[in-house]
Structures are given as structure tokens and as C-alpha cells.
């Protein structure tokens, strides 16, 4: 036997030793391109890079010899294997998805499971509403009625709000008017726009926090359209997605810790405790036509111990601080009319809110003000 050209039994037992730790880490990605309002090959490049880092990549449906070709042809293998799954995309859902699999979904993420979700350009967001608004699970984010973003016009630039390692790396860009997501109590978004249009251009949810579970979360992600066409010429709109990708996978080096929030920090860890706070309505309109012109607050002990509401802009600047009394008339005062300290209207747009109770903080999230 020549055996320069064979493989002794050593070399053999090495090589799957040295082969094991790559086997261990391979993730697996199911890609509903079934529901999908885009050609498998315009995100073929995405997939591409997560195969590149390890994660096998399953279809829901058959890729090959079809006219929707992708890099290499993909065997669709429907919903029936998701829970087998570490990560599902769903990307721009083009019909509601049936009461069956929405119940999939949300077992496969109570199960630990991380979605991606990117809602891609007008028409698309109330398909992928009807799936993260399910009373199923508590996401706390909505993408607003997008026929109405000129409100946003006069907004004021807003700085990145990096969230490692969802945002490692990139710098920040710029895109043309992309749908608007709203993020209530634990929904966080993560990056700021840094242009002439504002708004969040994607938010991370842990839907199960209320059970303490933060093993599984959803990310959610617009105005996609450009990183898709024109990749080659926009990096860090490329590298900002491919991250999403890479981290919701687990893909090694990309590993998100279990319920991280901007600015530091544990949701799992440093809040002990589910604190369930509302504030209806949410956008408000505080034009004085008699309709939502207040957003109400509740907290837990509302009327029974004291509060404060404090209301800030996107930039850290603190607007307006309500001072809550106990007692019967608490929930009357627990209202805001989207005035400043000095009784001055605001600007329309997104402002985060803080209630602390008996020394701590309980709540925080963001409330939209629309004129």
C-alpha cells in the first residue's frame, strides 16, 4: 500500500477529535422563505455568511431548480422540524400566518428558541404585527403605521445606542425612511438612526420575561431593503445585518448573553422581580381634540405607594418628572399630556419613560407622542 496516499488509523482518530469541537458549535437556522416577500437569492448572500460561520441552514420550503436559486439548492422541510431548530428568520411575512404554526413559533421560542424577524418596506408590518402582537407571548413591540412617517420630519438626531454584539464594528448609516418600531417594557431598541429619519431601526424582546425565561428572545429589524441590493457598496449596513444574524444563530463569537439590555447590565440577573406596567394609549395625541391627548401610567402598588415618572428624550434629556401620591386619586395623576416641566408642548416623536416606586426601579420603556 502506498501510504503516501492512505490515512493511518492515528490520523484518523485526530481528525475526528480535531473535527468534534466544529460539530459541537454547528447551529442550525430554519429560514421561512416560504412567507417571504423577497426571492431566496436576494438574501442568499446572508445565508451564505452564516453557513460560512457553522450554521447549517434549513428551508421551508424547496429551493432547487426553481427560479427562487439560491447559492446551493436547499431541501424545504416545511415547520415539522423547528423545534430540532436554534434559530428561525422570518423575513417580510406576505400573508398572516395560520393559528397552527403562529403556535409553533411561540412554543419554539418558549422552548428557548431566537427569532429574527425583518419587516422590509411599506404594506409588509401589519403581517408581521399579527405575529408579534399574538397574545401568546409578551414581545412589547410594534412597528407604527408607516403611511404616517412624515411626522418624524422634525425630530432631532438621535446618537447609536450600541448593543454588543449586535452592533460591534459598525458605524452609524443612514436609511431612507424605514417602517418605525415601537418598543414598550422590556423591548429595547439597539440602534438609532443617525440621519434625516430618526427612528429605530431594530429592537430586541425577551417575550417570556415574565416567567424569568431569557433563554429565548426576538429581534426585530426594518428597513432592510438596502442592505439586501446594495451590500457590496454599504459595509456597515451589511456587517450590522449579517451581525443579527450571526448572534440570534449562536454562531461562535457572536454569542448574546441571556437577557442583556443597553448600557449594561441583566434582565435575568439585576431584576429580581417582573414588574407588568402599562401606558394606554400608545402613540398618543395630545392635540386637544378630546381623543387620546394624555398617555395614563400604571405600576404595581399604584395608589398604595408613592411614585415618580420621569420622562426623557432618545439623547438622555430628562423632560418632565410626575410626582405619584398614594392614595385613591393616584391613576389620575399617573397621566401625561406630552408638556415639559415648564408646561411647554414637545416634539412629536419617541420618549422614554422611567417609574420608580419605594426606591427602585420598576418600569422603563419608550411612549410615542404624535401631533
Excluded at 138 to 162: A, G, K, S, Y
Aim: charged content about 20%.
Amino acid at each position: 500500500m502506498n501510504c503516501r496516499t492512505c490515512i493511518s488509523p492515528i490520523g484518523m482518530v485526530l481528525g475526528i477529535i480535531l473535527l468534534l469541537p466544529i460539530i459541537a458549535v454547528a447551529q442550525d437556522v430554519l429560514w421561512d422563505n416560504e412567507n417571504s416577500a423577497d426571492y431566496d437569492w436576494v438574501w442568499s448572500h446572508f445565508m451564505d455568511t452564516l453557513r460560512s460561520h457553522g450554521a447549517m441552514v434549513h428551508y421551508t420550503r424547496d429551493t432547487g431548480g426553481t427560479v427562487y436559486y439560491v447559492s446551493d439548492s436547499g431541501v424545504g422541510e416545511g415547520w415539522e422540524n423547528l423545534m430540532d431548530m436554534d434559530m428561525l428568520c422570518v423575513i417580510a411575512p406576505c400573508y398572516i400566518y395560520d393559528p397552527e404554526t403562529k403556535s409553533r413559533i411561540i412554543e419554539f421560542a418558549h422552548s428557548g428558541g431566537k427569532i429574527v424577524i425583518w419587516a422590509l418596506s411599506d404594506g409588509y408590518p401589519p403581517w408581521t404585527n399579527d405575529l408579534i402582537t399574538d397574545s401568546g407571548w409578551q414581545t412589547t413591540m410594534e412597528i407604527l403605521d408607516t403611511c404616517h412617517r412624515e411626522i418624524w420630519t422634525n425630530v432631532e438626531l438621535f446618537q447609536l445606542i450600541p448593543f454588543s454584539p449586535l452592533t460591534d464594528n459598525v458605524s452609524p448609516f443612514i436609511l431612507f425612511r424605514p417602517p418605525i418600531i415601537s418598543c414598550g417594557d422590556h423591548a429595547y431598541p439597539f440602534y438609532i438612526l443617525n440621519g434625516d429619519y430618526p427612528y429605530p431601526v431594530a429592537a430586541i424582546s425577551y417575550p417570556f420575561l415574565h416567567e424569568r425565561n431569557c433563554s429565548s428572545y426576538i429581534i426585530l429589524v426594518t428597513g432592510t431593503h438596502r442592505w439586501e441590493i446594495d451590500m457590496i457598496h454599504e459595509v456597515d449596513e451589511y456587517r450590522f445585518a449579517s451581525n443579527i444574524l450571526l448572534t440570534a444563530a449562536g454562531c461562535p463569537g457572536y454569542e448574546l448573553e441571556p437577557g442583556a439590555i443597553p448600557g449594561g447590565g441583566n434582565a435575568c440577573v439585576e431584576e429580581p422581580e417582573y414588574y407588568p406596567c402599562t401606558r394606554i394609549p400608545n402613540p398618543f395625541t395630545p392635540n386637544d381634540d378630546g381623543i387620546y391627548d394624555e398617555v395614563e401610567f400604571t405600576f404595581p402598588g399604584i395608589g398604595e405607594n408613592e411614585g415618580v415618572i420621569k420622562i426623557f428624550t432618545l439623547g438622555n434629556l430628562k423632560v418632565r418628572t410626575i410626582e405619584v401620591p398614594a392614595g385613591a386619586g393616584a391613576k389620575e395623576i399617573a397621566t401625561w399630556d406630552g408638556t415639559d416641566n415648564a408646561g411647554e408642548p414637545l416634539l412629536q416623536g419617541i420618549y422614554l419613560y422611567i417609574i420608580k416606586s419605594q426606591g427602585r426601579i420598576i418600569c422603563k420603556g419608550t411612549v410615542t407622542l404624535v401631533r
